[in-house]
């Protein structure tokens, strides 16, 4: 065995902290290493060159690399390794950037704990073994999970390039939040115009498959070759019988909430979810179906001309393989009722953004007017308050929301558009504008007399005047003294927020969730649309807060991914796999439940007992499916479980060394 060790510099990123020359003159004294050499940048074209050179004139057979993550360049140095004849798992790095030179301030103790970090890359390298990846057959169908924007542009990115989708959405409609829009910004496009012709695109497309109405129900296998369990719940309307006149919707008694319109109108128990809807048939809710309820009415099935009306229809659950999935699940919107201060669910003139929002749309529940809900009037001074629930460590979420503030700057410009003579006050921590036009979009919302104030709001109260108006309480720091304004109505930019039950989709798809519950990327740079779950792919706001183009681009790059694999027809599976020694396996298989890929199964393996053959159990690993999250070996009382690449005996030779 012939080690090389080769230590970075990555310019002043470690150089400044630690002393690599000492690191790598000390390590010419440990056993089997052969050569040590610092430089000032390994990841580039000329720090390849010089470990390729070193391979060749001192016939190395292993790489340590100290350097940064291996998450950042670990693929880098393991095709150099290959491309020299080499096994790519025969280079160790170990990291001494962020676990060293940028976390401490004491170059002696940071040379120190660098030099120890080498060592155990070293001690680990004795020990390792040769990995190899099988090749996998990939499935050329994808599934895309969820129907708003993002979800509707990747299925039609995956669709054109000739490949077939399925697109499932829970509602009965696809479109998503971008739906309940009236104009986007900057450009104040109409919603509807540029949404609509994409959802018709995706329903009349030949290689989409849209279920509406639908809820992923299981998730198994791996990249390449997922099982899915999708459960289309009962619409209690055949849509080949529905012709969509919609007498049935004008007949129905039976009146609930309209959530489409955030609960500010009605809509019946029979219902399409919007005029456009996409497919535009109607289904029916068992919830509040009085039917349903108690047996009695039949109202739709008896005026329905065509016969369309089934209330024995059942669940069906549908069963399908696919190479490739994308998650597109959405948002919600925060209710601020644990806002005390704002008064919001107590007072009606305190509306979130969204609620103004669908009364600013002309389909909405007040058909385009801006109305005080407690007096159907226009009202006259609207007051907005920005960041509620968000950059709010105490109350809310810390993170931005990322939108609110250009939504915020529409909603005054539509005002002053709509209905001059309005005055709209706008309070804000600051305004936040990162993105093409928007500088633009904002200082023309001030041009047009959207008065902004830099402060906070302490409260908001009812005047308990005659015209039930309110008081925002706040202050103004660019005046340094305290506010308050009498408004008409108040507008909350309340946060976004993950799926309610995100976490749920995260288990079934095993991805994880960063710690306020958006879906998290590979990697924030290198791999952001990519998950840790192999062909399981990110689009849009369950990855966190985005704005339009934003999500539709990054729809497009996960549709690319799914493209190129299944251009590919094949993938290479996770080389650091679990192993068991089943010699020494008890069978106890409490390995198989802490699984999160359901790669562990029980097999038997045929021995002689003094004389006689038994069968004996021991886990098995489905190589395919085990993506060497190392759980297992944790949990392995026998220790007869070992991840490639990470063996017991490795590891404790890094113990050992130091």
């Given at each position: 065995m012939r080690?090389?060790?080769f230590?970075c510099?990555?310019?002043?990123n470690?150089k400044?902290?630690v002393?690599?020359e000492?690191?790598?003159?000390?390590v010419?004294?440990m056993p089997?290493?052969?050569?040590?050499?610092?430089?000032?940048?390994l990841?580039?074209?000329v720090?390849?060159?010089?470990?390729s050179k070193?391979?060749d004139e001192?016939?190395?057979d292993?790489?340590?690399?100290g350097?940064?993550s291996?998450r950042?360049?670990?693929?880098?140095?393991?095709?150099?390794?290959?491309?020299k004849?080499l096994n790519?798992?025969?280079v160790?790095?170990?990291?001494?950037?962020?676990?060293?030179?940028?976390?401490?301030s004491?170059?002696?103790?940071a040379?120190e704990?660098?030099?120890?970090l080498?060592?155990?890359?070293?001690?680990?390298?004795?020990?390792?073994?040769?990995?190899?990846?099988?090749?996998?057959?990939?499935?050329k169908?994808?599934?895309?999970?969820g129907?708003?924007?993002?979800?509707?542009?990747?299925?039609?990115?995956i669709?054109d390039?000739?490949?077939p989708?399925?697109?499932v959405e829970?509602?009965?409609?696809?479109g998503?939040r971008?739906?309940?829009?009236d104009?986007?910004f900057?450009?104040?496009?109409?919603?509807?115009c540029i949404?609509?012709p994409?959802?018709?695109?995706?329903a009349?497309?030949?290689?989409?498959?849209?279920?509406t109405y639908s809820?992923?129900?299981?998730?198994?296998?791996y990249?390449?070759n997922?099982?899915v369990?999708?459960k289309?719940?009962?619409?209690?309307v055949?849509?080949?019988?529905?012709n969509?006149c919609?007498d049935?919707?004008?007949k129905?008694?039976?009146?609930?909430a309209?959530?489409f319109?955030?609960g500010s109108s009605?809509?019946?128990?029979i219902?399409?979810?919007?005029?456009?809807?996409?497919?535009?048939k109607?289904v029916?809710?068992?919830?509040?179906?009085i039917?349903?309820?108690?047996?009695?009415?039949g109202?739709?099935?008896?005026i329905?001309?065509?016969?369309?009306i089934?209330?024995?229809?059942?669940d069906e659950?549908?069963?399908?393989?696919?190479?490739?999935?994308?998650?597109a699940?959405?948002?919600?919107?925060?209710?601020p009722?644990?806002?005390?201060?704002?008064?919001?669910?107590?007072?009606?003139?305190?509306?979130?953004?969204l609620?103004?929002e669908?009364?600013?749309?002309?389909?909405?529940?007040?058909?385009g007017?801006v109305?005080?809900?407690?007096t159907g009037?226009?009202?006259?001074?609207?007051?907005?308050?920005?960041?509620?629930g968000?950059?709010d460590?105490n109350?809310?979420?810390?993170?931005?929301s990322?939108?609110?503030c250009?939504y915020?700057?529409?909603?005054?410009?539509l005002?002053?558009?709509?209905?001059?003579?309005?005055?709209?006050?706008?309070?804000?921590?600051?305004?936040?504008?990162?993105?093409?036009?928007?500088?633009?979009?904002?200082?023309?919302a001030?041009?047009?007399?959207?008065?902004?104030?830099?402060?906070?709001?302490?409260?908001?109260?009812?005047?308990?005047?005659?015209?039930?108006?309110?008081?925002?309480?706040?202050?103004?720091?660019?005046?340094?003294?305290?506010?308050?304004?009498?408004a008409?109505l108040?507008?909350?930019a309340?946060?976004?927020?993950?799926k309610a039950?995100?976490g749920?989709?995260?288990?079934?798809?095993?991805i994880?969730?960063?710690?306020?519950?958006?879906?998290?990327?590979?990697?924030?740079?290198?791999?952001?649309?990519?998950?840790?779950?192999?062909?399981i792919y990110?689009a849009?706001v369950?990855q966190?807060?985005?704005?339009?183009?934003?999500?539709v681009?990054?729809a497009?790059?996960?549709s690319?991914?799914?493209?190129?694999?299944?251009?590919?027809?094949?993938v290479?599976?996770?080389?650091?796999?679990?192993?068991?020694n089943?010699?020494?396996?008890?069978?106890?298989?409490?390995?198989k439940?802490?699984?999160?890929?359901?790669?562990?199964?029980q097999?038997y393996v045929?021995?002689?007992v003094?004389?006689?053959?038994?069968?004996r159990?021991?886990?098995?690993?489905n190589?395919?499916?085990?993506?060497?999250?190392?759980?297992?070996?944790?949990?392995?009382?026998?220790?007869?479980?070992?991840?490639?690449?990470?063996?017991?005996?490795?590891?404790?030779?890094?113990?050992?060394?130091?």
């Amino acid at each position: 065995m012939r080690i090389g060790v080769f230590i970075c510099w990555c310019g002043s990123n470690i150089k400044n902290m630690v002393d690599v020359e000492k690191v790598a003159e000390e390590v010419k004294s440990m056993p089997r290493v052969v050569y040590s050499q610092d430089v000032q940048y390994l990841c580039s074209e000329v720090g390849q060159a010089d470990i390729s050179k070193a391979i060749d004139e001192h016939n190395l057979d292993r790489v340590v690399i100290g350097a940064c993550s291996p998450r950042m360049h670990e693929t880098t140095f393991q095709k150099l390794l290959e491309g020299k004849g080499l096994n790519p798992y025969y280079v160790e790095i170990a990291n001494i950037r962020e676990q060293c030179s940028w976390v401490h301030s004491d170059k002696e103790k940071a040379t120190e704990k660098a030099l120890e970090l080498v060592k155990k890359a070293v001690a680990k390298s004795y020990y390792s073994i040769p990995l190899s990846s099988d090749l996998l057959e990939v499935n050329k169908k994808a599934l895309v999970v969820g129907g708003g924007i993002a979800g509707i542009q990747a299925a039609l990115d995956i669709a054109d390039a000739g490949y077939p989708v399925d697109l499932v959405e829970r509602e009965p409609s696809i479109g998503g939040r971008m739906a309940q829009f009236d104009k986007t910004f900057p450009t104040l496009d109409c919603s509807a115009c540029i949404l609509t012709p994409k959802m018709v695109e995706a329903a009349t497309h030949e290689n989409i498959n849209l279920y509406t109405y639908s809820e992923i129900e299981d998730v198994s296998g791996y990249v390449g070759n997922f099982k899915v369990k999708i459960k289309q719940k009962a619409k209690s309307v055949k849509a080949d019988k529905c012709n969509g006149c919609g007498d049935c919707i004008e007949k129905c008694p039976k009146k609930v909430a309209n959530e489409f319109d955030e609960g500010s109108s009605k809509r019946k128990a029979i219902y399409t979810l919007f005029p456009q809807a996409v497919p535009n048939k109607p289904v029916i809710d068992r919830d509040n179906c009085i039917y349903f309820e108690k047996g009695k009415c039949g109202v739709c099935q008896k005026i329905c001309p065509t016969g369309a009306i089934d209330y024995e229809e059942q669940d069906e659950i549908i069963e399908s393989e696919y190479g490739a999935i994308i998650a597109a699940t959405g948002f919600d919107v925060k209710k601020p009722n644990d806002l005390a201060e704002y008064h919001y669910g107590n007072h009606p003139d305190v509306i979130t953004s969204l609620d103004l929002e669908r009364m600013l749309n002309a389909s909405g529940p007040t058909e385009g007017k801006v109305v005080r809900p407690s007096t159907g009037n226009t009202p006259k001074k609207i007051v907005f308050i920005q960041c509620v629930g968000s950059r709010d460590r105490n109350k809310g979420n810390p993170y931005c929301s990322k939108v609110c503030c250009l939504y915020t700057a529409k909603h005054t410009l539509l005002l002053n558009e709509k209905f001059p003579g309005t005055e709209s006050y706008v309070f804000n921590i600051d305004v936040r504008t990162a993105g093409k036009g928007y500088e633009e979009f904002y200082e023309r919302a001030r041009q047009k007399g959207a008065n902004y104030l830099r402060g906070q709001v302490s409260k908001v109260e009812p005047l308990e005047d005659e015209d039930n108006r309110l008081l925002v309480r706040g202050y103004d720091s660019s005046l340094g003294e305290q506010v308050e304004i009498e408004a008409d109505l108040v507008v909350l930019a309340t946060s976004i927020e993950p799926k309610a039950d995100s976490g749920d989709m995260a288990k079934l798809l095993g991805i994880s969730s960063n710690e306020d519950g958006f879906f998290s990327e590979a990697h924030p740079k290198l791999k952001p649309v990519e998950t840790q779950s192999q062909g399981i792919y990110l689009a849009g706001v369950c990855q966190g807060p985005k704005d339009i183009p934003e999500t539709v681009s990054q729809a497009s790059g996960a549709s690319a991914k799914a493209i190129t694999l299944f251009n590919k027809g094949q993938v290479e599976s996770v080389p650091t796999t679990a192993v068991v020694n089943k010699d020494i396996c008890s069978g106890c298989m409490q390995c198989k439940p802490v699984c999160p890929y359901e790669a562990i199964s029980q097999e038997y393996v045929v021995e002689k007992v003094a004389g006689k053959q038994v069968k004996r159990p021991v886990a098995s690993i489905n190589r395919a499916l085990c993506q060497g999250c190392g759980a297992c070996a944790g949990l392995c009382r026998s220790g007869a479980m070992d991840l490639g690449g990470f063996t017991s005996r490795q590891l404790m030779a890094e113990v050992d060394i130091l």
